[in-house]
């Protein structure tokens, strides 16, 4: 697998989030070397607390499947995924997680919490940490502008 080209396929998806004012997190869903499903986040434009990028890619790709078993597919996310994400991670029997940037304040995979590890489960994917510096300067660019 070519994570990296896939990691830049879901920064394509965070520019876009970043174009409209969202914080700017982009996910793929890949089957086959294929991509199934793009999303970025749409929270503020759809007020919706749920409308993380992986959530919608791993909604979309469930449709497509007419299925909400995942298990052979691979999300790849530009930033860590999130207690609420990384329970739908889960859910969806994702077989691989990959993503870039590790978020301290909200991480469900390692920074504060490593749901997707805990034995308790019983689906754990795996998770593939690539240090993935475009979506980090992305994430930095977008706050600085919201600080201002």
């Not at 994570?3 to 869903?29: D, Y």
Request: with cysteine; net charge positive; aromatic share 10%.
């Amino acid at each position: 697998m070519n994570h990296l080209f896939f990691l830049r396929e879901a920064l394509k998806e965070a520019e876009k989030a970043f174009s409209l004012g969202e914080v700017p997190i982009g996910a793929v869903i890949v089957k086959d070397n294929q991509i199934i499903s793009r999303a970025f986040n749409r929270k503020e434009f759809l007020q919706d607390p749920t409308a993380h990028a992986e959530i919608l890619a791993i909604r979309e790709a469930a449709l497509k499947f007419n299925s909400w078993r995942l298990n052979d597919c691979i999300l790849y996310t530009t930033v860590e995924p999130c207690v609420m994400c990384c329970g739908a991670i889960i859910q969806a029997r994702l077989k691989t997680v990959v993503y870039g940037v590790p978020d301290k304040k909200f991480g469900g995979v390692e920074s504060l919490y490593s749901i997707l590890g805990d034995e308790r489960n019983n689906h754990r994917p795996e998770v593939i940490k690539i240090e993935f510096p475009p979506a980090e300067e992305l994430l930095k660019r977008f706050f600085k502008i919201l600080r201002k």
